[in-house]
């Protein structure tokens, strides 16, 4: 099983990011796929979680109207579109992939790193 992110890098506040993480070796259409962020410093936070379709969506409040999900389901992969960025955006980004039901399986990417910055 694996999780790779890539998209993240250096960007001057106001502007855009789009981040990408690709599923490998699970049925990723059967998963709940979210990202998260931590910080230097500061626990892992929650981003953004889409539903199995990409018909239901979630945003933590401090993205929400600047940050859009998305997922390609042919693709096994996840987006995160980040737009308006701010210095406290600044963070490692990680993909979470989780099973539906009790089982608890949930999967973990490495991580990306987005640096806002002037």
């Known amino acids: 099983v694996q999780l790779v992110e890539s998209g993240g890098g250096l960007v001057r506040p106001g502007g855009s990011l789009s981040l990408s993480c690709a599923g490998s070796?699970?049925?990723?259409?059967?998963?709940?796929m979210s990202w998260f962020r931590q910080a230097p410093g500061k626990e892992r936070e929650f981003v953004a979680a889409?539903?199995?379709?990409?018909?239901?969506?979630d945003y933590a409040d401090s993205v929400t109207g600047r940050f859009t999900i998305s997922r390609d389901n042919a693709k096994n992969t996840v987006y995160l579109f980040a737009n308006s960025l701010k210095p406290e955006d600044t963070a490692v980004y990680y993909c979470?992939?989780?099973?539906?039901?009790?089982?608890?399986?949930?999967?973990w990417g490495q991580g990306t790193q987005v640096t806002v910055s002037s």
């Open positions: 979470n992939a989780k099973l539906a039901g009790p089982s608890g399986v949930q999967y």
């Open positions: 070796g699970f049925t990723f259409s059967n998963y709940y």
């Open positions: 889409i539903g199995w379709g990409g018909g239901r969506v």
